[in-house]
């Protein structure tokens, strides 16, 4: 009987919450760069459109009232050498952005994307492509554990802090935990990704375009 890449780890049981919280802590340390003006986000744009893989994530700012819905406050892309940060109150959800978003020649990964992107069309419609959903590809490979803080933790050996998941996302200027919060996020969707792609567990049919 053939043993798949995941049983042979031992990744095919679910990692329970004692055993996270006993792993070593540890966050995005490279270079951030957080775009606010339409000069930084020219440079920015131009960077990414060389990419071939980035790690995609969104922060909302928390819903406190009944009935209330806000919309993405920042768009997260993580490159192999520097996550960009784009705050969208000073951007707004740009042309440039959705182009992006847009491109199958530039994969984007992360988990719980179809949320994202849903909320991200509320800015403004554009052709979503590239997208790679970690969950979806966690689940066909056995993996038990499918949100990004049990992926971090079954495949990359350390949990992820999210101190700052509840925090004002839509705050004219972020803080040092936030803006490490949303770079460590969109980074280990990268990590995590290339993670099952050395483990041979990544198939082209997984990458859908629309």
Known sequence: MKISPIERLGFDRRMTKEEINSLPINGYMGKIRVIRTDAALAGAIAELSRESLLGFDTETRPNFTKGQNNLPSLIQLAAAETVYIFQLRHLNFTE??????????????????????????????????????L???????????????????????????????????????LTQKQISYAATDAWVGREIFLRLKEMGVIYPELIFDD
């Open 96 to 133: 440039e952005l959705r182009k992006i978003l847009s491109d199958k020649k530039i994969i984007k990964t992360g988990v719980a994307i179809d949320h994202d992107l849903l909320q991200l069309q509320r800015l403004g419609s554009f052709r979503e492509s590239g997208f790679v959903g």
């Open 135 to 173: 969950s979806r590809i966690a689940k066909s490979a056995g993996i038990k554990n499918h949100g990004l803080r049990g992926l971090a933790a079954v495949l990359l050996g350390f949990r992820i802090s999210k101190g700052a998941q509840r925090s004002n996302w839509g705050s004219e200027t």
